[in-house]
């Protein structure tokens, strides 16, 4: 087969030239490509039927959604309601102390401030703890308040090291606690 097409390409060089068997190839080239048109024509039309008959036989899904309009007094309500009473900061602060020592940190002092705005739903007590402690323990008291508590936030947390070599940080952990009104 190869040979017979070598034989082919120097007969038409020969006679044609080398120009001439390549435009002998395209034209073949075009004819072949105007015979398979229709061919492709019929079978885009096919498909394109198929799909009519099958989003015809598909049943349309409903375009209306049924929503549920909740007046936002209720959404702030039902918010709010989510939160714990004031009564329950003395157990929450018991829940720090707990994670502390479960994570070997010495909780020595610590200061609160407690804000009541007349316009929030809302009352926030603020704690404030200095803690010496290595990252690892640190780490895991701060995960442990923020998972027992969930209406508690880390709002602050200052690392210091006062050597490279010193494994002990000075830190500073910050955590507001939300309830709601009594």
């Excluded at 959404?75 to 602060?93: H, K, M, N, W």
């Amino acid at each position: 087969m190869k040979d017979s097409l070598a034989a082919l390409w120097l007969l038409g060089a020969r006679r044609a030239g080398a120009y001439g068997v390549v435009a002998i190839a395209l034209a073949l080239s075009a004819v072949a490509l105007a015979l398979w048109i229709p061919r492709l024509e019929a079978q885009g039309e096919a498909l394109r039927v198929a799909h009519e008959e099958k989003a015809k036989s598909t049943p349309k899904p409903s375009t209306a959604v049924a929503v549920r309009r909740i007046p936002v007094g209720q959404q702030i309500g039902d918010y709010v309601a989510e939160f714990p009473l004031l009564s329950q900061r003395t157990e929450d602060l018991k829940e720090v102390f707990l994670s502390a020592k479960r994570n070997r940190l010495q909780l020595a002092r610590g200061d609160y401030q407690f804000k009541n705005d007349a316009k929030s739903p809302l009352v926030t007590l603020t704690a404030t703890f200095p803690v010496t402690a290595d990252y690892g323990s640190l780490k895991g008291f701060t995960a442990d308040v923020l998972r027992a508590l969930p209406n508690a936030s880390m709002d602050e947390l200052r690392m210091a090291r006062s050597t490279t070599s010193n494994t002990q940080l000075e830190s500073s952990v910050r955590f507001t606690f939300n309830y709601r009104r009594p």
